[in-house]
């Protein structure tokens, strides 16, 4: 094969990839880097990797991102068709810190205990709470909507057995899981052996009706 046709080959394969800033507007760079990307790393949908300072960005299929601390911007690299929803996802992430709170009331059928717990939590962040006893990790992800709804991303694990789940509520309301009736209540695999009901607050809003 004549060697112009070697080189054109090689480079049909390469990636094409492209680079793109996405700038933040509610928070800064800091409080992303200590409060947001945390959870995207660890729920990640994509190839994410932080690119390190001084370091030319690999031709791989991976997405490799950078902080203009100075611009308050994310700086994104890596395939090009990747990079179009990024935008999106990241305007998701990109609001003022508001607190919520959770109050949480737990019954494990099987060993025959309760637990009622209040956790606070800001908007976008992440709660966990662990019981030793019932062998139970619940972990709570918040995202306060447009609307004023509150769609919560809740993972249940219990003995190495888990479960997902999404709820979308209202500020100062309850919903169950395994627990009430209708429409306010998820039901899930029985065999967690576990019913709990979830009430979220606006410490905002109910300070601001009193």
């Known amino acids: 094969m004549h060697l112009f046709a070697i080189v054109a080959a090689l480079s049909a394969f390469q990636v094409q990839t492209a680079k793109i800033e996405v700038p933040l507007k509610?928070?800064?760079v800091g409080y992303f880097v200590k409060k947001r990307l945390p959870m995207i790393l660890?729920?990640?949908?994509?190839?994410?990797e932080i690119l390190k300072p001084s370091k030319e960005v690999p031709n791989d299929d991976r997405i490799y991102?950078?902080?203009?601390?100075?611009?308050?911007?994310?700086?994104?690299?890596?395939?090009?068709?990747?990079?179009?929803?990024?935008?999106?996802?990241?305007?998701?992430?990109?609001?003022?810190?508001?607190?919520?709170?959770?109050?949480?009331?737990?019954?494990?059928?099987r060993m025959g205990l309760d637990?009622?717990?209040?956790?606070?939590?800001?908007?976008?962040?992440?709660?966990t709470y662990a019981n030793e006893d019932m062998g139970l990790v619940l972990t709570g992800s918040p995202r306060i909507n447009a609307d004023g709804?509150?769609?919560?991303?809740?993972?249940?694990?219990?003995?190495g057995k888990g479960t997902n789940l999404v709820?979308?509520?209202?500020?100062d309301s309850k919903?169950?899981?395994?627990?009430?009736?209708?429409?306010?209540?998820?039901?899930?695999?029985?065999?967690?052996?576990?019913?709990?009901?979830?009430?979220t607050t606006l410490p905002e809003l109910a300070s601001s009706k009193s």
């Open 42 to 48: 660890e729920g990640n949908a994509f190839k994410l």
């Open 167 to 171: 709820a979308r509520v209202k500020p």
């Open 115 to 127: 637990a009622n717990v209040g956790l606070d939590c800001e908007n976008t962040n992440q709660w």
């Open 149 to 159: 709804t509150i769609t919560i991303a809740l993972k249940i694990l219990r003995e």
């Open 175 to 199: 919903f169950g899981i395994n627990a009430g009736e209708g429409k306010d209540c998820i039901l899930t695999d029985a065999s967690l052996g576990m019913k709990v009901m979830i009430k």
């Open 65 to 109: 991102i950078s902080f203009d601390y100075a611009k308050n911007a994310l700086i994104f690299e890596g395939p090009k068709k990747d990079l179009e929803p990024l935008p999106a996802m990241i305007q998701l992430f990109d609001a003022k810190p508001r607190p919520l709170h959770f109050d949480i009331e737990i019954k494990d059928v």
């Open 26 to 28: 509610q928070i800064t």
